[in-house]
């Protein structure tokens, strides 16, 4: 029923910053940012509830990657600051309902020099 649909990835050397947007077709409430680089598990970033008054990061951002969302346009960002080669990876966006997960297709990032 939700169609998501991640941008603003792409190459950017280590120290850099990039902002991803994750748009969606409708309302959403808890959303959250997954990564999953080749050869490897994809792994939990950061989530938000739908207030915007909370959220939990992966230890491996907290520091450097802020959630943040606009209700209004059905928008959620992910800042990435002080980005490392470590981030390189396919970053996806995720709604949970009853129904089950809705996920988009993920937008890349590559942090290297």
């Known amino acids: 029923q939700v169609q998501l649909v991640e941008s603003g990835g792409g190459l950017v050397r280590p120290g850099g910053s990039l902002r991803l947007s994750c748009a969606a077709s409708g309302r959403t409430y808890t959303m959250g940012w997954f990564r999953q680089a080749p050869g490897k598990e994809r792994e939990f970033v950061a989530t938000?509830?739908?207030?915007?008054?909370?959220?939990y990061y992966a230890d491996s951002v907290k520091g450097r990657f802020a959630i943040s969302r606009d209700n209004d346009k059905n928008v959620v960002f992910l800042q990435m600051d002080s980005l490392q080669p470590e981030d390189t990876a396919l970053y996806s966006c995720?709604?949970?309902?009853?129904?089950?997960?809705?996920w988009g297709k993920g937008t890349q990032v590559t942090v290297s020099s």
């Open positions: 938000i509830r739908r207030s915007a008054t909370s959220a």
């Open positions: 995720k709604f949970s309902t009853t129904m089950g997960a809705f």
